[in-house]
């Protein structure tokens, strides 16, 4: 990737996220929050990186992803997008920046676009939230929409567990998801549904689908990048494959150091001036 001159790198759209689905090519998606893994992630060949509010729970250690604010979404919104070269980069609207009314969300998905530099903004809910989707896709952002198990209505679920396993949830579900192509989304995630259902959404919707403990059915996949490389050991959902045991390495490699610096072995005399 550093030997191709930044002008040659062909930037993703939503146009061509749209193309992929029609081609039938699966869509990679990933979370970053800062500038260092978006870098990583981005010269790997990632399609979308989602700024998630799960930043919440993954940089700040919350148990939810309630307490992050537009201000704390916007600093790491922008740290991912000074790294970004290739990959869109999609940021969540976080809990009380959309709900009030439809021109607090404008003004949230405004903030957002303007002070991080991001390409889109993802929100979660159907219809409860059609006016906002509506607004702020007029002032010209593209929105992805989000349904299934949306954590930011956790303490209304009451658990992470499964959602729409029920047929007045599943109505519910493909409904807001239509409702969503409707208003003019370019995408929606679908968390935790059954692999059934996500597949009917899918071939239903003409907008590429992500998946997320949704089945492989869906236009795409995309995972907490902390958990798919181990570095959170303690998170091991169903849907999760993890591709790194990170916390192992960066044990040992800190233990090492440690032991390194207490038995005055570093800095050897190659490593200093
Ligand atoms: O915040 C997030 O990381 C997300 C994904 C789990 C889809 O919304």
């Not at 191709?4 to 939503?14: A, F, L, P, Q, W």
């Not at 998606?29 to 870098?39: C, N």
């Not at 709900?99 to 409860?128: D, F, P, T, W, Y």
């Amino acid at each position: 990737m550093s030997s191709i001159h930044k002008s040659e790198i062909k930037k993703v759209t939503t146009h061509q996220l749209q193309e992929m689905k029609y081609r039938g090519e699966k869509i990679s998606m990933l979370t970053a929050y800062d500038f260092s893994m978006a870098r990583l992630l981005d010269a790997a060949g990632i399609d979308v990186i989602l700024v998630g509010d799960s930043a919440s729970n993954v940089m700040a250690g919350h148990e939810t992803t309630l307490p992050i604010t537009l201000d704390q979404m916007i600093y790491h919104a922008s740290s991912v997008i000074r790294a970004v070269e290739r990959a869109l980069v999609v940021v969540d609207l976080p809990f009380g920046s959309y709900q009030g009314n439809s021109s607090e969300a404008l003004r949230s998905a405004i903030r957002i676009m303007k002070e991080s530099g991001a390409h889109a903004v993802k929100i979660e809910g159907g219809l409860e939230i059609k006016e906002s989707v509506l607004r702020i896709l007029s002032a010209g952002i593209p929105v992805m929409g989000h349904l299934g198990l949306t954590p930011q209505s956790i303490y209304k679920f009451g658990t992470y567990a499964v959602r729409a396993q029920e047929e007045v949830e599943a109505k519910k579900l493909r409904e807001d998801a239509k409702l969503l192509q409707d208003c003019g989304c370019f995408s929606v995630v679908l968390e935790k549904i059954p692999s059934s259902l996500a597949k009917e959404v899918s071939e239903h919707l003409q907008i590429p689908v992500i998946g997320i403990g949704a089945g492989p059915h869906t236009d795409g996949q995309v995972l907490v990048s902390h958990d798919m490389l181990g570095i959170n050991n303690e998170f091991k959902p169903r849907f999760l494959r993890t591709y790194a045991n990170l916390q192992e390495v960066i044990h040992n490699a800190v233990t090492q150091y440690i032991k390194d610096v207490k038995s005055n072995d570093f800095p050897n005399q190659n490593e200093c001036y």
